[in-house]
C-alpha cells in the first residue's frame, strides 16, 4: 500500500531533532543517531574556523577518513572518495588525494567533465563555512562556486543532465531541487532526508531515506510516496541498470529490482572493520562499493559479501 506524504506546500525549517532517538525504535535507531551525529559534529559543526589538526598536503591514503562520498570517474573507471580531509582517487597503491585539503560532504560525478560537491573549506582557504554547491571540471583538482556559498551545506548531492537534487543539513535536512546545473534552487516539501538518489533512466524519479523509511518522487521531487513494509535505511544509490542498494544503519546490505518497491536484504558491509556505515556507490547488479569508518570496500556478488580495499 503506497501512502502519500508529501505536497507541493513549501515547507519552514525543519526540525533540529530529526535524527532523535525517540523518532526510531530499537537498535538501529541508536546507530542511525549515530551515523547522523557523526555527520554533523565531525563536518557542518566546526566550520566556523578550519581545522588546525587536518593533514598536510601529499595526498596520503592514511589521512582518509569520515568518507561522506562515493561516485565513478567516468574517464577512467576509478573510485572517487569524498572525505573529511579531500576528494581522493583509488589507485592500485591505495587512495592518492587530488584536491586541496578541505571537507567534502554531498558529492556526485555528473559526466567527465562536471563534479559536484558541497562542504566547508580547509585551513587558510578564504571561503565561508558552508560552500553551498561547487563545481570542478579537472577531475576534483580545482572547485569554483556555484551556488548558495555561505547558505547551503548539502549532505546528500545527486544529478542528472541539468537536474540536481540537494539535502541541505543547513536548513535540516530539507531537500532542494535546482533544473539549471544547480544555479537556482526550490523546495517542495519533501521530508526530511538522510540521503537520496536518481532513477539514472528518469531524472523525475527520485528515492530518498527517511525516518519513516524510503519514500519516492515520480514527478520531479513534487510529491512522495512511501512503501509499507520497507526497513529503514540510510545510504542509497542507484545503479545505472536499475538495480537499488541501500545501507542501513547497522550496515546491512539491501537491495531492490523493482525501484524501490520491495527491498531484500541480502549481506553485512562489515568484513571485519570497524565503524559506522558512511557511504555506498552502485556500480550495477553485481558491483558495489562502500565505506565504513574510513574504510574502502568492494562487492561483486550483488553486496552479498565484500573484501576490504583499503583499511582505514
Known amino acids: 500500500m503506497e501512502e502519500l506524504i508529501m505536497s507541493s506546500k513549501a515547507p519552514g525549517r525543519r526540525p533540529a531533532s530529526l535524527w532523535n532517538p525517540t523518532g526510531w525504535s530499537g537498535a538501529r535507531a541508536v546507530t542511525l543517531v549515530a551515523v547522523s551525529t557523526l555527520a554533523l559534529t565531525s563536518c557542518g559543526a566546526e566550520t566556523d574556523s578550519a581545522d588546525p589538526a587536518g593533514p598536510s598536503e601529499g595526498g596520503e591514503g592514511e589521512n582518509l577518513e569520515h568518507v561522506h562520498g562515493l561516485d565513478v570517474d567516468p574517464s577512467d573507471g576509478s573510485l572517487m572518495i569524498a572525505s573529511h ?16 585539503v578541505q571537507d567534502f560532504m554531498g558529492f556526485t560525478v555528473v559526466d567527465e567533465d562536471m563534479l559536484l560537491a558541497s562542504g566547508h573549506p580547509g585551513e587558510g582557504q578564504d571561503a565561508p563555512a558552508n560552500l553551498g554547491l561547487i563545481s570542478s571540471a579537472d577531475g576534483g583538482a580545482t572547485w569554483e562556486e556555484v551556488s548558495l556559498s555561505g547558505e547551503a551545506d548539502f549532505h546528500a548531492l545527486d544529478a542528472m543532465g541539468d537536474r540536481v537534487y540537494g539535502v541541505d543539513a543547513a536548513s535540516g535536512q530539507e531537500l532542494l531541487i535546482s533544473d ?18 536518481i532513477d539514472p533512466r528518469d531524472a523525475d524519479t527520485v528515492l530518498g531515506t527517511t525516518e519513516s523509511g524510503p519514500v519516492i518522487s515520480t514527478d520531479g521531487g513534487q510529491s512522495f510516496t512511501t512503501k509499507a513494509d520497507a526497513p529503514i535505511l540510510h545510504h542509497v544509490d542507484w545503479a545505472p541498470d536499475g538495480t537499488i542498494f541501500a545501507l542501513d544503519p547497522d550496515a546491512g546490505v539491501h537491495r531492490s529490482e523493482d525501484n524501490g518497491v520491495t527491498w531484500e536484504h541480502v549481506g ?40 576490504i580495499i583499503h583499511e582505514n
Open 85 to 100: 580531509y579531500g576528494l581522493f582517487k583509488l589507485h592500485d597503491d591505495g587512495p592518492r588525494r587530488v584536491s586541496e
Open 180 to 197: 539549471d546545473a544547480g544555479q537556482t534552487w526550490q523546495s517542495s516539501g519533501a521530508p526530511a532526508m538522510a540521503s537520496l538518489a
Open 268 to 307: 553485512e558491509v562489515h568484513a571485519g572493520v570497524e565503524g559506522h556505515p558512511e557511504a555506498l556507490h552502485a556500480v550495477d547488479q553485481d558491483e558495489v562499493w562502500a565505506a565504513v569508518g574510513g574504510s574502502i570496500l568492494h562487492s561483486t556478488d550483488g553486496g552479498e559479501g565484500f573484501d
